[in-house]
């Protein structure tokens, strides 16, 4: 049983760290999103199709929510 929680938890670690470098890399960072990344044209996308707001439910909220979720249990963890 203890080998099989070893092994949960490391996954998800790994699922983690994937994820934190994917948002990472593509401009979604805890201090926000970077200028001239992939983020910000989704951001800009999204705030065109919304009249000049971005959704606090939209995929870019969800994204950077993620990322900074994720830093903050990693730092935690610490």
């Known amino acids: ?28 960072t805890s201090a926000g999103i970077a200028a001239s990344s992939a983020g910000a044209g989704m951001m ?3 705030a065109i199709a919304n009249g000049g707001g971005v959704a606090a439910s939209g995929l870019v909220a969800l994204l950077q929510s993620a990322e900074i979720e994720i830093t903050a249990t990693a730092f935690m963890k610490k």
């Not at 203890?2 to 401009?27: E, I």
């Open 1 to 28: 049983m203890r080998n099989k929680r070893c092994a949960a938890a490391a996954g998800t670690a790994g699922t983690l760290a994937l994820a934190h470098g994917t948002l990472l890399t593509r401009g979604f």
């Open 44 to 46: 800009s996308s999204a």
